[in-house]
């Protein structure tokens, strides 16, 4: 009888492991571009910083929301870039790096010309990018797993090409029904 006891809390004690284990594929820019080249999927990208409380938050939160990191897996090429690293980052044909940053500093740093050219102006930022690597959008501010939901799915089934107005949007955000659990 201990033998099966001590088995089954093994196995449970494995799964419990293996399901806290399950996390975001997270892969670099250029690595997401190729990707795409061969089996084409939208791209997700969270664009941090390493001294941003909301971002940690949203990598603690939401990133960590077992329905976020499923769905994500599956429907997208995730991303996660540091937008004020010093990275060099080959993206549609272009060099991007940060040539003020200033490794001796801790807390803020210089701007990533990635970040720059996705216009980002506040962190965390989510950028979805269509399939051909075209930005769709940059989401601003920290998302809970029900509010990213809304945008993972907008952007996933393109619904975005309906929306023309505000009250399109709204309409589309009242209308939306969250599944994700969190």
């Given at each position: 009888?201990?033998?099966?006891?001590?088995?089954?809390?093994?196995?449970?004690?494995?799964?419990?492991?293996?399901?806290?284990?399950?996390?975001?594929?997270?892969?670099?820019?250029?690595?997401?571009?190729?990707?795409?080249?061969?089996?084409?999927?939208?791209?997700?990208?969270?664009?941090?910083?390493?001294?941003?409380g909301p971002c940690k938050m949203l990598d603690k939160n939401t990133f960590q929301n077992k329905d976020v990191v499923k769905y994500v897996n599956e429907h997208y090429?995730?991303?996660?870039?540091?937008?004020?690293?010093?990275?060099?980052?080959?993206?549609?044909?272009?060099?991007?790096?940060?040539p003020d940053y200033d490794p001796s500093r801790s807390g803020r740093n210089a701007q990533h010309q990635l970040a720059g050219a996705l216009q980002i102006t506040a962190y965390p930022t989510i950028v979805f990018f269509n399939e051909s690597g075209e930005t769709l959008l940059p989401v601003p501010g920290y998302k809970t797993p029900n509010q990213l939901e809304?945008?993972?799915?907008?952007?996933?089934?393109?619904?975005?090409?309906?929306?023309?107005?505000?009250?399109?949007?709204d309409q589309y955000q009242k209308d939306f029904v969250s599944q994700f659990k969190g």
């Open positions: 009888m201990k033998k099966i006891v001590f088995t089954l809390a093994v196995v449970l004690f494995t799964l419990s492991a293996a399901a806290q284990k399950e996390k975001i594929n997270w892969m670099s820019l250029e690595e997401a571009e190729a990707a795409q080249a061969i089996t084409p999927k939208k791209i997700m990208m969270d664009v941090y910083t390493t001294w941003c090429y995730a991303v996660k870039f540091n937008a004020e690293g010093n990275s060099k980052i080959n993206f549609k044909d272009n060099l991007f790096q940060n809304l945008y993972l799915k907008l952007f996933l089934n393109n619904d975005h090409e309906k929306i023309n107005t505000q009250e399109q949007w």
